[in-house]
């Protein structure tokens, strides 16, 4: 089994920048993608970004140029580096692991990010 524990979401005003950490731990098999998603109040679920184990990103539309996915250095940490924040991006973030190798994915809590006018 696999905990995602999110971390850094809070209130912050049009324009300004969080970062979000993903801290995994558990049975972490290799070869995993590590991902950040977000889902508003009425809206679907939405990729926000993601991170290949050897570390390729990729961004959703809407967020290239102003997010920024990392890993860190042990590689069981994510990290979403977000700037210029509207208040379009106001969701509850959820962290994301998927694992092709034995077909399962994991999921965080989520942390809430508010972005006032």
């Known amino acids: 089994q696999v905990q995602l524990v999110e971390s850094g979401g809070g209130l912050v005003e049009a324009g300004g920048s969080l970062r979000l950490s993903c801290a995994a731990s558990?049975?972490?098999?290799?070869?995993?993608?590590m991902g950040w998603y977000r889902q508003a109040p009425g809206q679907q679920r939405e990729l926000v970004a993601k991170?290949?184990?050897?570390?390729?990103?990729t961004y959703e539309e809407s967020v290239k140029g102003r997010f920024t996915i990392s890993r860190g250095k042990t590689r069981n940490t994510v990290f979403l580096q977000m700037n210029s924040l509207k208040p379009e991006d106001t969701a509850v973030y959820l962290c994301?692991?998927?694992?092709?190798?034995?077909?399962?994915?994991?999921w965080g809590r989520g942390t809430q990010v508010t972005v006032s006018s």
């Open positions: 558990g049975n972490i098999f290799p070869l995993h993608t």
């Open positions: 994301n692991m998927d694992v092709p190798r034995i077909n399962v994915t994991y």
């Open positions: 991170i290949t184990f050897r570390g390729d990103p």
